[in-house]
């Protein structure tokens, strides 16, 4: 008897739920550290030298995700609000673009003579 009760029964499928904006968002900017590291470990590994004065430059793709993530969030949810949501974006992207310039300069000061 209970064979047959199971076999009535319509069994609940767990369909595909795809991550939320944010998520993904996130993982967008978790994607550039993880190449930005790989390009570091393989520059290691074929110069048996690591590379410094890398601080500014790695701050940008962070500045760059949060901006993004601020306005996403936004879109989706609605929250924080619209106002607060641009200021914030407009916040972060200018400090990368003001960041970029000193980034590149530490990046290059590694292959100077």
């Given at each position: 008897m209970?064979?047959?009760?199971?076999?009535?029964?319509p069994?609940e499928?767990k369909?595909f739920?795809?991550?939320?904006p944010?998520?993904?968002?996130?993982?967008?900017?978790?994607l550039?550290?993880?190449?930005?590291l790989l390009?570091l470990?393989?520059?290691?590994?074929?110069?048996a030298?690591?590379?410094?004065?890398l601080?500014?430059?790695?701050?940008?793709?962070g500045?760059?995700?949060?901006g993004?993530?601020a306005?996403?969030?936004w879109?989706?949810?609605?929250k924080p609000?619209?106002?607060?949501?641009i200021a914030?974006?407009?916040l972060c992207?200018l400090?990368?673009?003001?960041?970029l310039p000193?980034?590149?300069a530490?990046l290059?000061s590694?292959?100077g003579?």
């Amino acid at each position: 008897m209970p064979d047959e009760k199971r076999a009535t029964e319509p069994k609940e499928e767990k369909g595909f739920t795809p991550a939320s904006p944010v998520k993904r968002t996130l993982a967008w900017t978790g994607l550039a550290y993880a190449l930005i590291l790989l390009a570091l470990t393989t520059y290691f590994f074929f110069t048996a030298k690591g590379l410094g004065n890398l601080g500014p430059l790695l701050a940008v793709p962070g500045l760059i995700g949060l901006g993004a993530t601020a306005l996403v969030s936004w879109k989706t949810t609605g929250k924080p609000g619209k106002r607060p949501s641009i200021a914030l974006a407009v916040l972060c992207w200018l400090l990368a673009l003001a960041t970029l310039p000193v980034g590149i300069a530490g990046l290059l000061s590694n292959f100077g003579g």
